[in-house]
């Protein structure tokens, strides 16, 4: 959530921001609510005061034989008042906090407005790759190959799955293994998060109850009606939840730690033609970064995850470039994201493989993380994130812009150790 003391302080700051989103925030409408609380809030406490002042007076008049019934009943009276009035505020706080968990987060002031139209390529690795052949398309390579099985994993699940077999599933597990290599090398935290998590995560992640809860599958009760859970979209909902309501001293920030996990999408109304094959689907694997740092950290952390997943991908030799997303695309709950896009020939465009992003203090406000600050006082942390990477549209990428005239694939250096020391994939013989 944004800063409540920043509403109050700077409105005008803050609808500023949300417009580059081309969001219309009420502010003055908000605070009326926000001040009628506060004064609700007080006169709670003043009457609770009065009555706590005058139930300690009754044991007295009492030793002293003198009447209490006038007091009781005006003590009651005073009770039935205080419950009224916190049936307003529950009424009243419930519209105040419906109004904050609605606003996105307030984009960096070098964030430009609009939508991804305006998204800007700030760095391009690589050239596109050229053919003296008749080039094929990801899906057609994949089934070629006999890596992937789409009309299997239909049967199975429906549309929007795909099956990894024999090669195609050791090619899968080859990048993820040279993921977490990579990350454990430059000395990050491992972690297998939860695959199923409780709905205090998906607020505090920020994806509840407006930006994502309708593309996670919920999962039965299993007979207890007060636990909603769902399962995991991405690892970074459990990963941001970790500290949720502790204080983290502060010469211990900043974490770094990355997470594998299956991610489960609805992905609901969000397909096109051309998003066939793995380039969109309900369920897919992820290794994700995740930093919490102190506010003068944040800007710095941001970088390296960025140049992080700029190399994993470059390792792999894949033509790509970055953009620096508008105020529009970027997710509601960050404040900043930069998108690692790799080139899919067959679509003629980039796609995203990661993303990385900082929410500055709008997590940690949701979840309650704060650090103990040099002064001794507490503050919230920033929290970050980042794909490195996501293998849906890694593989797309690697089939597509290293494939052969003879139908074979090249696979890229770096994961041949781990298949072996293969160097192609060669069509299945039929």
Known sequence: ???????????????????KRDFDFDAQGFLKIDASRRALLNEIENLKADRNKVSASVPVLKKEGKPVDEILESMRKL???????????????????NIQYSLPNMPDDDIVAGGKENNQPI???????????????????????????????????????????GIGARLEWALLNYFIDEHLKDGYEFVLPPEILNEKCGYGSGQFPKFGEEDVYYVDKAGNE?????????????MVNLYAGEIIPGDKLPFRMFAYSPCFRKEAGSYRAEERGMIRGHQFNKVEMIAYARPD????????????????????????????L???????????????????????IYKEVSSVSNARTFQAIRSNTRFKNEQGK??????????GLATPRIIPAIVEQFQNADGSVTIPEVLRKYLGGLEKLEPIKK
Not at 142 to 149: A, E, K, N, Q, Y
Not at 226 to 238: D, H, I, R, W
Not at 378 to 387: D, P, Q
């Open 1 to 19: 959530m944004i800063d409540i003391n920043l509403i109050r302080n700077e409105p005008q700051k803050v609808v500023d921001a949300l417009k």
């Open 79 to 97: 009770g039935d008042t205080i419950a009224e009035k916190e049936k307003d505020l529950d009424k009243i706080t419930a519209e105040w906090q």
């Open 123 to 165: 760095y391009t690795f690589g050239e596109k790759p050229k053919f003296d052949f008749e080039p094929k398309n990801h899906v057609d390579l994949c089934t070629s190959l006999g890596i992937i099985d789409y009309d299997t994993a239909a049967k199975l699940s429906g549309n929007g799955f795909w099956m990894y077999r």
């Open 226 to 238: 007060n636990l909603k859970q769902f399962l995991l979209p991405t690892a970074e909902t459990a």
């Open 297 to 324: 950290q944040s800007d710095a952390i941001f970088e390296e995850l960025v140049n992080k997943a700029k190399r994993l991908v470059e390792q792999l030799g894949l033509h790509y470039q970055v953009s620096k």
């Open 326 to 348: 508008a105020a529009g695309d970027v997710a509601g709950t960050m404040a900043r994201t930069y998108d690692i896009e790799v080139w899919i020939p067959s679509m003629n």
């Open 378 to 387: 507490n503050e919230y942390v920033h929290t970050l994130n980042g794909s």
